[in-house]
């Protein structure tokens, strides 16, 4: 669910913080401290005391837009002031990234434990107290209880014993003709899957949608705070956003395994899902903007590191457990210690300088330039640069050809992926097999996947590196389809998910970038956030499509077949990423082609 968040965070980072940019002489300049004082101007750009030239004049009217042979990804490569004093990318970087890539852990936690706490277990009808010895088997067949949900009506049970015959049995429920429906059930002990949500509230037979309902919960509270995170972590501050959001993600956390009314643990489940996501916001958006230049992009993707990592160990602990309560307490107890990390973390230096803060801005600078063990200028000035107020709404994305044609690709390939890839992550026990030993070569398979993603994006184009993910996503589900009911090959059937598992993983990495770079910087916030309406509707969807299992064994993987080719084929009709600057200006209207080429975001 992170790596679907990406591209926000990226944007929010970017799209209201643009800070100025220093040319590469002014850097020299900086370094040799022969720039003693630092203003940041309405231009966008820092200068001396000194007025500017008249050719200087005409470079900064004149629209920006990448040279002839210029690779877009050298437009990463430029910084602003404030990672030209501490640094772009060091050991303090480092270390607060990776201290804030672990709230992704708890995140992961939340989203994948229903794998194993609405885990299916064979149950019937409860026995009489007279027949608790009788075999299963038998019993189902006495009670008339084929479908484990009905048995017959008005049977004297006190008039049978345990040792009663069959033959014995059917002559006193020969009689009998009415079915009734159970209301109480038992259970499977030695299913390797323990106490779960099925067990402890009887949710079989006409109540056993209501699993379905209680993830949907859980989702539908991460897309709607997919939706508002962003303004509030804009509003209140990334730090405040993200520890407010952890303290009371560990404490709903913790709640559920106190929660013994199913009502009241939807209520927590929908609570937690929404302050889960805005943790991840918040952490992401950090990340982002600690660092500079082409590291914000590589930053925000190996945050995403903790995450399969995560679908490993709680895999374990779910081995080791086989009790959902106990499992929550486990997968609540670690944002107790994270919540710690208040006092080491700081704010991000350039939301506090767009909100004029520059006392502790100064402060995170010179603590950062120490740890980094650079120099900082002896004299310098770091002025709040003025924001203009931004009136773009949806109807912006649908104003030229080029900004229709992307929005209406990237609505159907963000609801894809997200289908897709939670489609096969939340489904895992369905799938057939060790569920325990599926999810944790889930989260394996996903450690490369996010290595080669982050190397090859830094190489070559994205567009068909992107495309060639959604399609080798939909070959790999199609041979598990092929596969599908045949217990004899299942493991060639697993390989089949491992391998699908692989590339969706890729390609969700690449999408969020891929995203964030095609959209221009002035409608980039209303483009993502319509994004991300489009992904919360397919998570809410992903807790039923396991339901087509039961009208026909093949059709979920059809469908995730089906949905991974359609995703491949609109990538097709997106543009190349080394088009997007001009393309963007040239789209967006006369309106906004100042704000589209403004200095690039931090």
Known sequence: MAKRLESHEEEEAGGDLELPLLSQQERSQRRSGTIPVCIMHNTGKPTTASPPTAQQQQQQARPQSPSPGRNPAEDEDETDVIGDLMGHYGKWQLLMTVLLSLFQVPNTFHISSSVYQAANKDFWCQRPLELQQMPVDEWRNLSGSNDNCHRWEGIGWSSLANDTTL??????????????ACESWEYETHDNVGNTWTSEWDLVCDKEHLKNVAEMFFLLGVATGGIISGYLSDKFGRKTMLFISAILQTIFGLCLYFCSSFELYLTLRALLGLVSVSVTYSALILAIEYVDGKWRTIAGMYNLFPLPISYMIISGLAYLTQDYQALQLCIGLPGIFLCFLWFVVPESPRWLLVKGRVDEVRRIIEAAAKFNGRQLPVDYQLTPPTQESSSQNITHLFRSSYLRRITICFLCIWFTMN?????????????????????ALAGLVEIPAIAVAMYIITKVGKKWLFCATLFCAGVACFCATITEGREDILWLKITFLMMGKFTISAGNTIMPVYTAELYPTAIRNVGVGACNVAAGLALILTPYISLLNKIEGHLLMALLTAWSIFGGFVVLFLPATAVRRNAANSGSGGGNQNAASAAKQV
């Open 419 to 439: 289908l897709v890839y939670y489609g096969i992550i939340l489904n895992m026990s369905s799938f057939g097999g060790n569920v325990y030993l599926n999810s």
């Open 167 to 180: 033959q014995e049995a059917a002559e006193v429920v020969a009689s009998v003709g009415n079915l009734v």
